[in-house]
T-cell receptor, first 117, second 113 residues
Framework: GAVVSQHPSWVICKSGTSVKIECRSL??????MFWYRQFPKQSLMLMAT?????????EQGVEKDKFLINHASLTLSTLTVTSAHPEDSSFYIC?????????????FGPGTRLTVL | SQKIEQNSEALNIQEGKTATLTCNYT??????LQWYRQDPGRGPVFLLL?????KEKRKERLKVTFDTTLKQSLFHITASQPADSATYLC????????????FGSGTRLLVRP
């Protein structure tokens, strides 16, 4: 149980285009999902908290107009990287919080490798 | 500022030995501490969670200790196997309603056959 998927697993795009990444909780409902970014040989950095039915909460230094987050249902959150540039190339990972638990265990997706040319 | 430190150098051990990984933190009072495994190009996989009032937690060949006085957690893998080779991340949360996790940089474990 507690499986999270991401789509696509990798994407290559031209500079200036927008890219949408989907995060789905497959066998549970998640009112809260998180988006992380990971550069090579570095740890995961939290970008934003996505709450179903409300606006996302962004971490300091993360541009909300560049990284659009939509959490339209209890099983789906999307991250759109708008006007992508080469410096946005990274490994983007989402996680979903299993609702109803007394601890805050997050289940992670397999990640999406974004390469901006 | 809050800081989580894991040994950046890879830990290289012989199969069958016990691997011990360290996670130290400063300026932080986490309610929970978690350990994850991450393989190259993959998302983290949850392994164990230990609460601030727990000293030790076990799961099969895994053992985690949590010393809030030393601000340190130790992660042990007994009878290590080459399949245990991966990067291991510790993550902390303050236990507030945000459920945010702050990750350490991870330690890479290599288990030689």
């Amino acid at each position: 149980g507690a499986v999270v998927s991401q789509h696509p697993s990798w994407v290559i795009c031209k500079s200036g285009t927008s890219v949408k990444i989907e995060c789905r909780s497959l066998d549970f409902q998640a009112t809260t999902m998180f988006w992380y970014r990971q550069f090579p040989k570095q740890s995961l950095m939290l970008m934003a908290t996505s709450n179903e039915g409300s606006k996302a909460t962004y971490e300091q230094g993360v541009e909300k107009d560049k990284f659009l987050i939509n959490h339209a249902s209890l099983t789906l959150s999307t991250l759109t990287v708008t006007s992508a540039h080469p410096e946005d190339s990274s490994f983007y990972i989402c996680s979903a919080l299993l609702a109803g638990t007394s601890t805050d265990t997050q289940y992670f997706g397999p990640g999406t490798r974004l390469t901006v040319l | 500022s809050q800081k989580i430190e894991q040994n950046s150098e890879a830990l290289n051990i012989q199969e069958g030995k016990t691997a011990t990984l360290t996670c130290n933190y400063t300026n932080y009072s986490p309610a929970y501490l978690q350990w994850y495994r991450q393989d190259p190009g993959r998302g983290p996989v949850f392994l164990l969670l230990i609460r601030e009032n727990e000293k030790e937690k076990r799961k099969e060949r895994l053992k985690v200790t949590f010393d809030t006085t030393l601000k340190q957690s130790l992660f042990h893998i007994t009878a290590s196997q080459p399949a245990d080779s991966a990067t291991y991340l510790c993550a902390l949360t303050g236990g507030d309603s945000s459920y945010k996790l702050i990750f350490g940089s991870g330690t890479r474990l290599l288990v030689r056959p």
